[in-house]
């Protein structure tokens, strides 16, 4: 089983709508999260980091859920640019910080 | 202030050549790391380094090896290339290892 799991999608949707990504890790010692967005042929860049208290920006909402072992990237009023590959990446430690990244969620708003 | 660069940005290699990936940050960042990204496979940990003069593997150590001997840059050589090389590496850094990750543009390999 991979220590990190997103549905690859892609998710296809209208402009304006509300989208939901899930990933869920198997580490329960895991440190911090993020998202990171990453377009094709191009470097991640990082969305947004996770708390467990949940955190906004803008459209953007992350939430962590520890005792179920999920974070989640809610998107609403989708736009045309937020078409990407969305990575979930947990960190933990092994003797040292090593992230480890989901394989991305697709995401295509369509006008 | 340029952040993470990747040198170079796009290579073709015929098999059993040998080349180096050069990565630097100028951002003080302790953290390291070389990873490949295929088709279908997300992003997979080479090698990292947790401070200058340490490497460590990652998932996919073989046919690489890697250098840190100034903290700013990263080297990953690659021996002996192999066709099952041909990939885009990415080289990121992180303050101290728990923190944010900051990537380079990559380099686009090709293994004839």
């Known amino acids: 089983r991979k220590e990190v799991e997103q549905d690859p999608g892609p998710f296809n949707v209208p402009e304006g709508a509300t989208v939901a990504f899930n990933c869920t890790y198997s580490?329960?010692?895991?440190?911090?999260f993020f998202w990171y967005r990453q377009d094709c042929r191009k470097e991640p860049k990082l969305l947004m980091s996770?708390?467990?208290s949940g955190n906004e920006d803008g459209r953007f909402t992350a939430q962590l859920n520890r005792a179920s072992q999920y974070i989640s990237l809610l998107i609403r009023d989708s736009k045309l640019s937020d078409s990407a590959t969305y990575l979930c990446?947990?960190?933990?430690?092994?003797?040292?910080?090593?992230?480890?990244f989901g394989r991305g969620t697709s995401l295509i708003v369509h006008p | 202030n340029a952040g993470v660069t990747q040198t170079p940005k796009f290579r073709v290699l015929k098999t059993g050549q040998s080349m180096t990936l050069l990565c630097a940050q100028d951002?003080?960042?302790?953290?390291m790391y070389w990873y490949r990204q295929d088709p279908g496979m997300g992003l997979r940990l080479i090698h990292y380094?947790?401070?200058?003069?340490?490497?460590a593997k990652g998932e996919v150590p073989d046919g690489y090896n890697v250098s840190r001997l100034k903290k700013q840059n990263f080297l990953l050589g690659l021996e002996s290339a192999a066709p099952s090389q041909t990939s885009v590496y990415f080289c990121?850094?992180?303050?101290?290892?728990?923190?944010?990750?900051?990537f380079g543009p990559g380099t686009r390999l090709l293994v004839l």
């Open positions: 990121a850094s992180s303050y101290r290892g728990i923190e944010t990750q900051y």
């Open positions: 580490n329960s010692a895991s440190q911090s």
């Open positions: 996770v708390y467990s």
């Open positions: 990446v947990v960190n933990g430690w092994g003797g040292s910080y090593i992230p480890t």
């Open positions: 951002m003080n960042h302790e953290y």
């Open positions: 380094s947790v401070g200058e003069g340490t490497t």
